[in-house]
Every structure is written in C-alpha cells, then in structure tokens.
C-alpha cells in the first residue's frame, strides 16, 4: 500500500463504490465419471463500481467469453463458515490499517468462492491512499506471488478511483458488520 498526500491523478473521474446483495453458483461434479452434479448457492455482498458488478467490470476487461456468465469469484463478504474473520482482515487491508496478504503489499478484491484461496486465482490490486482519494491501482488477476501488470493485467490497464470520505464510511459499515458477525459466532 502506498499512502501519497497528493489528490490522485489529476482531472480523473471519481467512480463510486456500494455494495449489493449478490448469489453465485458453484457446481460440483463427483462419482464414477464426474457426472453427479449438485449446485451450491453462495449469498455475498458484492463490490459495485457505478452501479456495476466489479465482476462484470473485470469480466469485461478480461475478455472473458459472455456466455460463461460472471466469474464465481468475489469478495469475502459472507456471513458463514470462516469467511467473517476474512472480510474483518480484509476490510482491514482496504483501510489501509493491515498490509495487502499479497507481496507488494497488493490487496485482494474478489477470491475464490470455494476456498477463499489466492492461489486459486483472485482479482488483485495496489492500494494507493491519498488524502482525499483511493486508487484501486493496476486491477488484475493474479494466481502467483508476484504480479506483473504487463502478463496479469488486463490490455488496458485498470484504475478505479474513489473519494476517500464515502469509500471509509462504506469500509467502516462494512467493518463494523463483520465484527459483529464475528464476536457473535465466538
């Protein structure tokens, strides 16, 4: 993470961050031939960039085929299994309190919905703090400990910039969610 007192790139559209309640689906495969099926649906908030999916922004940016639908990938905004204490941490690394999990300091933006697992593949970015901005510099996937915005970036590269004061209050609502989901469960 960077933390610069300069205002971000000069003259940039500010994006704008919510968050909306979202479902993926997972499909399994077992048995003899893989041909058992059953599908798992995952209830998560969701990042919105200007009112869209960050999953659809990064799918666009991607290339990824439309016909495959959305990537399953995305944030760790669930309230089961272990993935509180991951949104707490994460939230964390997005304020810019925790370092990124990644080296470089990158910070994870949408994981595996399975696993919760980098190595499986995520959408990762550097965390730039300004004293009125937040950058969401060099969008990309990356699946290995090193990124190189030139091979896991997108052909053009991504940044997403936010005003500071409602990308903190979104963060902090956010937070202060999962620490409760958190405290409850223990």
């Not at 699946?143 to 936010?162: C, I, K």
Request: charged share 20%.
């Amino acid at each position: 993470m960077s933390d610069r007192t300069s205002r971000g790139m000069p003259g940039a559209t500010m994006n704008v961050l919510e968050t909306a309640p979202a479902i993926t689906q997972i499909t399994h495969y077992s048995g003899w031939f893989r041909l058992k099926e059953s599908v798992e649906e995952h209830v998560f908030q969701d990042w919105l960039v200007d009112g869209v999916s960050l999953r659809q922004v990064v799918a666009q940016r991607s290339g990824w085929p439309e016909d495959a639908g959305l990537p399953s990938d995305h944030p760790p905004f669930r309230s089961d299994d272990f993935w509180p204490e991951l949104a707490v941490s994460s939230l964390r690394s997005l304020l810019g309190e925790l370092p990124g999990e990644l080296p470089g300091g990158r910070v994870v933006l949408l994981r595996c919905p399975v696993c919760a697992d980098v190595s499986c593949g995520a959408v990762t970015a550097e965390l730039v703090l300004h004293d009125d901005v937040v950058e969401w510099r060099d969008v990309g996937w990356q699946s290995e400990d090193d990124f190189d915005v030139s091979s896991d970036g997108f052909p053009t590269p991504l940044t997403l910039q936010f005003s500071r004061l409602p990308y903190v209050n979104l963060l902090r609502r956010l937070l202060n969610e999962y620490t409760t989901l958190v405290n409850t469960v223990q």
